[in-house]
């Protein structure tokens, strides 16, 4: 079945530090993948999307690629900053508009 | 433009009462999602609506759980009786309907965390 793996928190960095985010996915047919974020006391956001294969979906400074030969959806940000600090969900859509949420990763960025 | 509103942001009950939340989605759109977060795992879906009709609802736990969008426009999910493993946080979230169905964004409310004691 299709699934979302996505490393364990709470991630602690220092603010301009480099994050990466590690996700992989099981998933049958062609998905889409997801990175949302949810900033305390709201709802999910969409951070940003790759629909196929090598595609780089980017926002606010963070980048992921979509790598179907390591299924993997890996999130990135070069410089970090204390506004950053939120829950982040890495998510697939299957075939059959679907999604699928990994457990999210607490990033918490101290001054 | 409203986002997606949820009611109530907390919940605590007692096992065997009965809760229902509601889900506001942002007009016009006609698909209507809820999702369950469990102790900090992972975000598991629970059943999709389009409009008024239920599109998908294999992710509902059991016949405990009720989910109904009269008129298609807000929803409710109405547990009852509840149950200790029942507590969690529960999110609702929109989207347009696109041709394709893909790829079509959705807009997650804040949540209402339910505690059963």
């Known amino acids: 079945g299709n699934s979302v793996t996505q490393m364990e928190g709470p991630v602690t960095l220092s603010e301009e530090a480099f994050l990466t985010i590690n996700c992989t996915y099981t998933?049958?047919?062609?998905?889409?993948l997801f990175w949302y974020v949810q900033y305390p006391g709201e709802g999910l956001q969409l951070l940003l999307k790759?629909?196929?294969?090598?595609d780089k979906g980017s926002n606010k400074g963070f980048e992921a690629t979509y790598r179907k030969e390591t299924t993997s959806f890996h999130l990135e940000k070069g410089s970090v900053q204390v506004s950053d600090s939120a829950v982040y969900f890495c998510?697939?859509?299957?075939?059959?508009?679907?999604?699928?949420f990994g457990s999210g990763t607490k990033l918490n960025v101290k001054p | 433009e409203a986002g997606v509103t949820q009611f109530p942001s907390h919940s605590v009950i007692e096992k065997g009462q009965t809760v229902t939340l509601r889900c506001d989605p942002i007009?016009?759109?006609?698909?209507l999602y809820w999702y369950r977060r469990v102790m900090g795992k992972e975000i598991k879906f629970l059943l999709h609506?389009?409009?008024?009709?239920?599109?998908?609802e294999s992710g509902m736990p059991n016949n405990r759980f009720l989910a109904e969008r009269t008129g298609g426009t807000y929803s409710t999910l109405k547990v009852q009786p509840a149950e200790l493993e029942d507590s969690g946080v529960y999110f609702c979230?929109?989207?347009?309907?696109?041709?394709?169905?893909?790829?079509?964004?959705?807009?997650f409310g804040p949540g209402t965390r339910l505690t059963v004691l």
């Open positions: 979230a929109s989207s347009q309907l696109t041709p394709t169905g893909r790829d079509n964004e959705q807009f």
């Open positions: 998933a049958t047919g062609y998905p889409s």
């Open positions: 790759a629909t196929k294969a090598d």
């Open positions: 998510a697939l859509e299957d075939n059959f508009n679907k999604f699928y």
């Open positions: 007009s016009g759109h006609d698909n």
């Open positions: 609506f389009v409009k008024e009709s239920k599109q998908d």
